[in-house]
């Protein structure tokens, strides 16, 4: 099955309710959907994907030389040649990262690279606050409510943050994880990937890994652990992953609107009827559940919700 492809200029014309049908469809059915004419100009989407192939040419050098994950791989593919059985690299991931955010120094190299990122990262935020506007309408929020609880009542600003990822060509892919199967912590995820080379799989509710494909120009959304606990399961986060391969650098930007890390997250909506829980999620602080989560990214997301919520109630 294809992930959905939504146009999201249709919330602005006649199709308005068609477009709020099928994004709810996206959020409950896969909790991955991409969006195409987002209002942000192809223009600017072409600068990004040029300053961060760039800005990855030299930091190419580095990745083949001293990523933790090219050197075990190197390790066990001579242990394989020397008649040992093949095994798969644990633990790491075949990924070059690195993050950009206000309050943190920037690649000064390309010289344009600073300038068309923050001009990227200021139309993305507009669109991620355009889209919980459109997630509240949806669950019967009040308007600016997730905002509201993201910044702990307007005390904090919502965490922005943009990592910036490419998975280079891989000799055997099938020893070692472009990224490793995982939900994402936070709130609502915003990624512009590759168009040409392809390789994030998202877990469908079927139990099938399905391929996010790629489509130019496209972001695709998917929501994060704290959208699930606010609509109390209703929009779960999805397991997603990346694959290893052997052909192509996939080029991979993904931005993320997070709560405060004094924030409280909790439900905001009854537990549907049909959610298959015993009841409504957890409370707890955003700071508890990341402090967990850095720990446990790779494991099931339920008993980081017990975890957060078990230190919670010893500060209460």
């Known amino acids: 099955m294809a992930i959905p492809v939504i146009d999201f200029s249709r919330l602005d014309g006649d199709e308005r309710a068609a477009a709020l049908a099928e994004i709810a469809a996206g959020f409950e059915e896969w ?21 961060c192939s760039d800005c990855y040419k030299l930091r190419e050098e580095g990745f083949n ?10 390790a066990l593919v001579e242990q394989e040649g020397e008649g040992l059985a093949p095994r798969k690299v644990e633990g790491m991931d075949w990924e070059d990262v690195f993050t950009l955010h ?31 506007g459109v997630m509240e309408e949806l669950l019967g929020l009040e308007e600016g409510q997730t905002t509201k609880v993201f910044s702990k009542d307007g005390d904090f600003e919502p965490f922005y943050g943009t990592k910036v990822s490419h998975y280079p ?14 939900t994402d912590a936070g709130g609502l995820i ?46 779960k986060s999805a397991w997603h992953r990346v694959l290893a391969t052997r052909d192509g650098n996939r080029r991979s930007i993904a931005s993320f609107y997070n709560p405060a890390r004094a924030a409280t997250i909790a439900p905001a909506i009854p537990a549907a009827a049909d959610s ?36 919670k109630n010893m500060v209460d």
């Open 31 to 51: 909790g991955f959907f991409q969006l195409v004419n987002t209002g942000i100009p192809d223009e600017l989407l072409e600068r990004v994907k040029k300053v």
């Open 190 to 235: 915003l990624l512009f990937q590759d168009d040409r080379v392809g390789g994030l799989q998202v877990l469908g509710r079927d139990g099938r890994w399905a391929d996010v494909q790629p489509v130019e120009n496209a972001i695709v959304i998917n929501t994060g652990d704290q959208i699930e606990v606010m609509s109390n399961g209703r929009y």
């Open 65 to 74: 030389g001293s990523n933790p994950a090219v050197k075990a791989l190197a």
């Open 102 to 132: 206000d309050d943190l120094p920037w690649p000064s190299i390309p010289p344009t690279f600073k300038e068309t990122m923050m001009e990227y990262r200021t139309e993305l935020k507009k669109l991620a606050e355009k889209l919980l």
């Open 169 to 182: 060509p891989c000799p055997r892919p099938e020893m070692v994880d472009g990224l490793r199967a995982h």
């Open 276 to 311: 298959g829980t015993d009841g409504d999620y957890p409370s707890f602080s955003f700071g508890d559940y990341m402090e967990v989560y850095i720990k446990q990214k790779f494991q099931d997301k339920e008993p980081r919700f017990a975890a957060a919520a078990a230190i």
